[in-house]
């Protein structure tokens, strides 16, 4: 039997649910790991706050964060704190100190990837985040380890389970985008300020740790193009409906090689028999194509206490595993993480189909000015869909467009925005079938 | 970097893929992984056999099995023989010499699992066995460390590529059982003889490996409930998607405790929303329940050279990271398997829905007669279908039944069996909705 004392920074639903599980089944974790892990001292920001999980905060182990790495009495820090200020702080000094850091942090890594990963592999001490990418399901593991035999040529998954919340609600329920905010809101599945969800941010820093994952080096958020989903409305996916797909908030990473890697956040038109189209509400789903492999689909929770802390327990039970090895082995099964990894290919270059909806007077030669924008631009339209049924001023024109490179794209849509005809901002969402 | 030296045993569609992995991608893994995997030799049954995978034996390094774990230059066993008699052998004598065992051989330890983890214990001696179930898919490193924080309540899925693959012909393309079977065969998804398959023993030797590393302790194969899918007919089909279910051959393993676990395999209604009703054709899908966690679910190829290579691979570079290691440390972090574990709860006492097809005389009465039995058996019907447009001596009608002990239902299709409206051997398949 193997002992493991840690520290825990963050008292949070996360931290809360850690908390919990080491206080009531330490018995039961120790039976199916072989390793009792004990809980020396906890550090928070404001021991004063309220918090929402009700589970009150114990006074006796609380120190002060400063202090957490330094106590003789901690072997692992596992940080829950969230954000880049003290986390970060935290977590490059107990690397330093040679004390393995359990985080779900995903901010912290795609934001510092570079700083942590040098000095986790400067002093050779391992880092485990499978917490930070959905929640309660094994995918870190699974990528840096089950799959460890393949090239990584595809990865592609929702990631972000309020946008999929809404997105569902819209689709289902055909509520408009302000509405089914306003319920994933009211049911805890939003924040007050939701703008780092549905902004894309969050899914974009999983999408930077899975693409560091993948590629063996740091991949830098800042470079990770990004979309979010104020701009999808109930029109739109009914529109898709019509063509045969869903639209979802996915995360796309491939042409993954160690020197360039294409990683983007977007809403983006699926087929609906696509696995991921039929995955509602907060569920995270990814599918991961390996060279050796062949397609892989992992779906669970995404996020929420206790499937998070599912993950940091795996994890704390990991890192105890790598206590007082020899550091050259570092992750047990894993090469270290290159600080600098590859460049994010830009979104300029990247070729996909599209959807286009284009707000347009009802006259006649108005599809005839547009289509010889595309025309003119070498970009090829797969179908046209003028619907029925609208009347008024202007109507909507929806054209799928074959493959192409955005710099193509962007340059026809600022003519086409320029046209007497066309009366509002176009809309443009990526399509992709996955090559199937 | 760590270097390991494999002896690899059996050279078969795995055996090859994974020669071939080695041969040509030792230094990509390297780099992936921090591990260097040479190959000292490889023993075969036979040298003389043709293969069908067409790779040639590499004739330098083959060895007899019998020399093959006492080599100093073998820190790894990898045993890809199949079957229970030279395979078991070796796999032992590995174990025993200290060297670990990385193996795809569920019937091995399905069969002789007590042998197997008794002799692994007793030397403090991992066995790796990833490529045991679900091929490609990282199930069984999940099941040991991702979700090592739960208690795993309820565990089922598709684990057997070829009865699914006729199953999903019978449901889409409305063929017989035979005409589905023969298609499977001449694609190369069904064996010359594919009782081993359709019989459900593959399926049931999966069922066995993953209920003991869910409940830790040997779970018996000859104590799982196994039926196969050679009485599933296409008119089965045809009323379960009338009724809202797909058939499917599932493994269920329920009830997960020290003492006692549910385990079976036969096939099964589950709602057509359920996920697994649309994995098809040779891909398997596992459903895991967490206490902690929640759902996850983890879909690929569950056979195949390549894919299963993959399990094969990664295991290895976790062997690798075992050698040399503290044995009390054991698996990483893995607990030991108990040699005994929990016994399979009978069947009979197994409480589920079921489905119900007689065949029975087109007269009044039937009905009447029928219900009364099911009555007096205290079995409640959940609803009735006497289908239109069947002609002739006998008709079909089918009963979904609610939740009761199999012990029940089986007394009383025997007295059912006996009436003499009834002119053919009842169908029975259990329903499941999986708490849903």
């Known amino acids: 039997m193997k002992r493991v004392r840690i520290g825990l920074a963050g008292f949070g639903t996360v931290g809360g649910s850690v908390y919990r599980y080491i206080s009531t089944q330490a018995g039961f974790l120790e039976s199916r790991s072989g390793v009792r892990v004990c809980l020396s001292a906890i550090a928070v920001r404001d021991p004063g706050k309220k918090r929402s999980h009700g589970i009150p905060l114990p006074r006796s182990l609380l120190v002060k964060p400063e202090e957490l790495v330094a106590r003789p009495d901690v072997d692992i820090v596992v940080e829950l704190m969230g954000g880049c200020g003290m986390a970060r702080k935290l977590v490059l000094e107990s690397l330093k100190a040679g004390k393995p850091v359990?985080?779900?942090?995903?901010?912290?890594?795609?934001?510092?990837?570079?700083?942590?990963?040098?000095?986790?592999?400067?002093?050779?001490?391992?880092?485990?985040?499978?917490?930070?990418?959905?929640?309660?399901?094994?995918?870190?593991?699974?990528?840096?380890?089950?799959?460890?035999?393949?090239?990584?040529?595809?990865?592609?998954?929702?990631?972000?389970?309020?946008?999929?919340?809404?997105?569902?609600?819209?689709?289902?329920?055909?509520?408009?985008?302000?509405?089914?905010?306003?319920?994933?809101q009211a049911k805890g599945y939003a924040e007050a300020d939701p703008s780092f969800d549905i902004d894309g941010i969050d899914a974009a820093h999983k999408a930077a740790v899975v693409a560091t994952l993948a590629s063996g080096g740091c991949v830098k958020f800042k470079e990770v193009h990004v979309e979010g989903i104020r701009n999808v409305s109930a029109a739109d996916i009914q529109f898709a409906h019509q063509l045969g797909y869903e639209i979802k908030l996915l995360a796309i990473i491939r042409g993954i090689n160690p020197k360039s890697v294409e990683v983007r956040v977007h809403p983006t038109l699926i087929p609906s028999a696509n696995h991921l189209a039929s995955i509602h509400g907060v569920t995270n789903s990814m599918m991961v194509r390996g060279d050796v492999v062949g397609d892989i689909e992992f779906s669970g929770p995404g996020a929420g206490g206790p499937a998070t802390a599912s993950a940091v327990i795996s994890d704390i039970v990991q890192a105890a595993s790598s206590c007082g090895r020899n550091s050259s082995e570092f992750n047990g099964t894993t090469a270290r993480i290159r600080p600098v990894g590859p460049s994010v290919a830009a979104i300029e270059s990247v070729v996909s189909r599209y959807y286009l909806r284009l707000t347009v007077t009802d006259r006649p030669g108005v599809m005839a000015q547009i289509t010889s924008v595309l025309g003119r631009a070498k970009i090829g339209i797969s179908s046209v869909i003028q619907p029925e049924g609208h009347e008024g001023e202007t109507v909507p024109l929806i054209f799928m467009i074959h493959d192409a490179p955005y710099k193509s794209v962007k340059l026809a849509l600022s003519a086409i925005r320029k046209l007497n005809c066309v009366k509002a901002a176009p809309i443009m969402f990526r399509v992709e079938t996955f090559g199937k």
């Open 102 to 184: 359990v985080t779900a942090n995903k901010a912290l890594l795609a934001e510092h990837g570079e700083e942590v990963f040098t000095q986790s592999n400067r002093s050779g001490t391992p880092i485990f985040f499978e917490a930070s990418v959905a929640g309660g399901i094994p995918l870190i593991q699974s990528l840096k380890e089950g799959l460890v035999a393949n090239r990584l040529q595809l990865i592609y998954g929702i990631v972000n389970g309020t946008c999929n919340y809404i997105l569902s609600s819209m689709s289902k329920e055909k509520l408009s985008f302000e509405k089914a905010l306003a319920e994933a």
